[in-house]
């Protein structure tokens, strides 16, 4: 069955871009039937949507964060990624990847999570 | 941009309990709705999609109901693996979703 599986670093300095990609395994990233996205939870607090990709290379983004995100995708590899320019204390979360259905909007599958956090 | 407003923040309930959980949508998004558990450390897990379908490998005892602003989530009969934060979130306003606040379904 798929699973996702988030990876970067988990330190990232206040300016700096925070970079992550997730990994998909069990099945293919290019099926046209899922976004995949990005979702955020600082320490103790709810869910933020963060964007997705379509297989397509086309994306959405949170208009609260969308100056400073960028989500990509390489289908050779299954895999997409986030980037997340400018960060600050508050961009400190856990983040997930997470599959999305295109048909219900749900996320139906998600990677264990990873923690960053931003820091001089 | 659509707000998902849940009540009550908390909860605590007893095993064997039903417990209902409360999401409003700052307007209408039919029935554009899912319900997440979330144990601590742990990534969400989708119980509940399009207000009331059930997801595969859920307990029945997890219900949704609702559609247009009001939405609820019930779990029959409260088991000790249930004890977890709960949050809904909406599909409707595509591109972008929202997620309630949460609530915590606490021990009595």
């Known amino acids: 069955q798929v699973q996702l599986q988030e990876s970067g670093p988990g330190l990232v300095k206040p300016s700096q871009t925070l970079s992550l990609t997730c990994t998909v395994s069990g099945g293919s990233i290019s099926s046209g039937s899922y976004y995949w996205s990005w979702i955020r939870q600082p320490a103790g607090k709810g869910l933020e949507w963060i964007g997705r990709?379509?297989?397509?290379?086309?994306?959405n983004y949170n208009p609260s964060l969308k100056s400073r995100v960028t989500i990509s995708v390489d289908t050779s590899k299954n895999q997409f990624s986030l980037k997340l320019s400018s960060v600050t204390a508050a961009d400190t979360a856990v983040y997930y990847c997470?599959?999305?259905?295109?048909?219900?909007?749900?996320?139906?599958?998600w990677g264990q999570g990873t923690m960053v956090t931003v820091s001089s | 941009d659509i707000q998902m407003t849940q009540s009550p923040s908390s909860v605590s309930a007893s095993v064997g309990d039903r417990v209902t959980i409360t999401c409003r949508a700052s307007?209408?998004?039919?029935?554009?709705l899912a319900w997440y558990q979330q144990k601590p450390g742990k990534a969400p897990k989708l119980l509940i999609y399009?207000?009331?379908s059930l997801q595969s490998g859920v307990p029945s005892r997890f219900s949704g109901s609702g559609s247009g602003t009001d939405f609820t989530l019930t779990i029959s009969s409260l088991q000790p693996e249930d004890f977890a934060t709960y949050y809904c979130q909406q599909a409707n306003s595509f591109p972008t979703w929202t997620f309630g606040q949460g609530t915590k379904v606490e021990i009595k």
């Open positions: 399009a207000a009331s």
């Open positions: 997470a599959r999305d259905i295109l048909i219900l909007g749900a996320f139906d599958i």
């Open positions: 990709i379509y297989t397509s290379g086309s994306t």
């Open positions: 307007q209408g998004i039919s029935s554009w």
